[in-house]
C-alpha cells in the first residue's frame, strides 16, 4: 500500500539557521503532496502545498520541492525562529476506491527544535 | 475561511460509555470529512473518510460498529466511541476537504479532542 517516509525524526538547528525535512512517497499516482505544522496538542495546521504539476513553491520562509522521478519532496525553511519549533508533518493524496476522493497517507513527523 | 472546530476539546468518561464528538466545517461546506486518530508522539492515522449524506469508509482494522460516524449535513460530522475502553483513550482530529471549485485535495484540521478513558 501506500507509504510515506519521512526524515529526520528529530532536528535541532541554531536559530537562524535553515532546515530541512525530507519526504519519500510509494505512489506514483500521488498528485498532492502538503505539509503540515502540528504544535502540542492542537491539530495540524496546513503550511504549504505541492501540486504535481509544479516543481517548486516558495511562501516568505517556507519552501516545498518536488522530485516526481525521484518520488522525493522537502520542506525548507530559512531564518529560524523559536516559533517554528513544533512537529511537522508530510502527505501525499492517495485516490480512493470512489475514483472522486483522496485521502492523506502521513510521514512519522518530524520535531523541529529551533535554539534561540 | 477554511475553519473547522471539533467539541469537545477534552473529554473523560468511565469505560463502557459512550462519547460523541462534533467535527464542524465553519465557513464552508464539507462534502468529505476525514477522522484520524493520533497517540502520543505517533503520527496521524486516518481511521475512515465520511461522505455527507452516505456511509462512512473505514480503513481496514478500524471497527466501524465501535466508531460511529454520522455526517448528515454539509457542515458537521460526528464520531461516537461506543463503550469506550481504556486503550481507545487517544487524540482523535477530524478534518475537512475544502470543495472541489476552491482548491483541489486541500484537507484542513480541526483543533482535536482529547479522550482520556478511566
Keep these: 500500500g501506500e507509504n510515506v517516509e519521512q526524515h529526520p525524526s528529530t532536528l535541532s538547528v541554531q536559530e537562524g539557521d535553515s532546515a530541512v525535512i525530507k519526504c519519500t512517497y510509494s505512489d506514483s499516482a500521488s498528485n498532492y503532496f502538503p505539509w503540515y505544522k502540528q504544535e502540542l496538542g492542537k491539530g495540524p495546521q496546513l503550511i504549504i502545498d505541492i501540486r504535481s504539476n509544479v516543481g517548486e513553491k516558495k511562501d516568505q520562509r517556507i519552501a516545498v520541492t518536488l522530485n516526481k522521478t525521484a518520488k522525493h519532496f522537502s520542506l525548507h525553511i530559512t531564518e529560524t525562529q523559536p516559533e517554528d519549533s513544533a512537529v511537522y508533518f508530510c502527505a501525499a493524496s492517495m485516490r480512493l476506491s470512489d475514483g472522486a476522493t483522496n485521502k492523506l497517507i502521513f510521514g512519522t513527523g518530524t520535531l523541529l527544535a529551533v535554539q534561540p | ?118
Design chain 2, 1 to 118: 475561511g477554511a475553519v473547522v472546530s471539533q467539541h469537545p476539546s477534552r473529554v473523560i468518561c468511565k469505560s463502557g460509555t459512550s462519547v460523541k464528538i462534533e467535527c464542524r466545517s465553519l465557513d464552508f461546506q464539507a462534502t468529505t470529512m476525514f477522522w484520524y486518530r493520533q497517540f502520543p508522539k505517533q503520527s496521524l492515522m486516518l481511521m475512515a473518510t465520511s461522505n455527507e449524506g452516505s456511509k462512512a469508509t473505514y480503513e481496514q482494522g478500524v471497527e466501524k460498529d465501535k466508531f460511529l460516524i454520522n455526517h448528515a449535513s454539509l457542515t458537521l460530522s460526528t464520531l461516537t466511541v461506543t463503550s469506550a475502553h481504556p486503550e481507545d483513550s487517544s487524540f482523535y482530529i477530524c478534518s475537512a476537504r475544502v470543495p472541489v471549485t476552491w482548491t483541489y485535495n486541500e484537507q484542513f484540521f480541526g483543533p482535536g479532542t482529547r479522550l482520556t478513558v478511566l
